[in-house]
């Protein structure tokens, strides 16, 4: 069985820098999308990007450019960092695989994990 | 970008009754990269359905899924308790993925 777990920093102050880390276990980061996801308190879904194995990666036009994922796959983790955070990046952040186009969807997903950007 | 509009916003209804939500896409999505996902609360989503109309693993079903070009669906036959939670449309055939909004089932 394939778990997600994040880990990081609860509280991150406003300019500074949000750094996860999504460590998979029961499975392998090879031959996947990775996914991260994040969810303002009582609010919809957002997509923030994904990585592929090999280190290849796309984002979300909407960060603009503030947004880094990477993959370490000797430790099956893949980690994000999103800079110059505000008060708007107050979320929950999750981690999951992304089975690509086939056969599609996010099929595991780690437990989330709330940041907090605050003074 | 394209934006998914779920419908509607909150949808009340008693177990035993049959559940039907609705997703619609400002473009047309390939079936094929059309997801649904359960969520409640304090809990991550959950894959439902993924290529408009397949069931993930494990799920019940209950829930089936339908539609083409801009328009799809969410069934839920015969509510169970278990199924009060909210619902979101995903589509992954093109970037940026996007949500919709999500639909609230409660019980009435």
């Known amino acids: 069985q394939v778990q997600l777990q994040e880990s990081g920093p609860g509280l991150v102050k406003p300019s500074e820098t949000l750094s996860l880390t999504c460590t998979v276990s029961g499975g392998s980061i090879i031959n996947y999308y990775w996914t991260w996801i994040r969810q303002p308190p009582g609010k919809g879904l957002e997509w923030i990007g994904y990585i592929y194995y090999s280190g290849s990666t796309t984002y979300n036009p909407s960060l603009r450019g503030r947004v880094t994922m990477s993959v370490d796959t000797s430790k099956n983790q893949f980690s994000l960092k ?10 929950v952040y999750f981690c999951a695989r992304d089975t690509g186009w086939s056969p599609g969807g996010f099929d595991y997903w780690g437990q989330g994990t709330l940041v907090t950007v605050s003074s | 970008e394209i934006v998914l509009t779920q419908s509607p916003g909150t949808l009340s209804l008693s177990p035993g009754e049959r559940a039907t939500l609705s997703c619609r896409a400002s473009q047309s999505v390939s079936s094929s990269y059309l997801a649904w996902y359960q969520q409640k609360p304090g809990q991550a989503p959950r894959l439902l359905i993924y290529g408009a109309s397949s069931r993930a693993t494990g799920i019940p079903d209950r829930f089936s899924g339908s539609g083409s070009g801009t328009d799809f669906t969410l069934t839920i036959s015969r509510l169970e308790p278990e199924d009060f939670a909210v619902y979101y449309c995903q589509q992954f055939g ?5 949500f919709g909004q999500g639909t609230k089932l409660e019980i009435k």
Not at chain 1, 82 to 91: C, E, G
Not at chain 2, 94 to 98: A, D, E, V
């Open chain 1, 82 to 91: 999103l800079s110059s955070v505000t008060a708007a990046d107050t979320a």
């Open chain 2, 94 to 98: 093109s970037s940026p993925y996007t």
